[in-house]
């Protein structure tokens, strides 16, 4: 049997240790640099909307003129998830 390490998808550091589980069963995992912008993580997240690549997806979307609602029919994610994250857009 082969172990894979595994990965920060923040930081991509490799001093990963589990830290419980998600409220739908999967172990949640937390990054070992104490630098990391990010304080835990999952493999495989049960809402698509958490994504890294949708979230880019939503902000391209916004950019090239799609509306709200649209952008939450294509990419199969709530309209609250689309306007919460343009609102953390528009901070940074």
Known sequence: MVREPIHCPSCNCTNIVKHGKSPAGKQRYKCGNTDC??????LQYTYQGCLPDVKQKISDMAVNGSGIRDTARVLHISPTTVIEELKKRTRD
């Open 37 to 42: 912008p990010r304080s835990t993580s999952l």
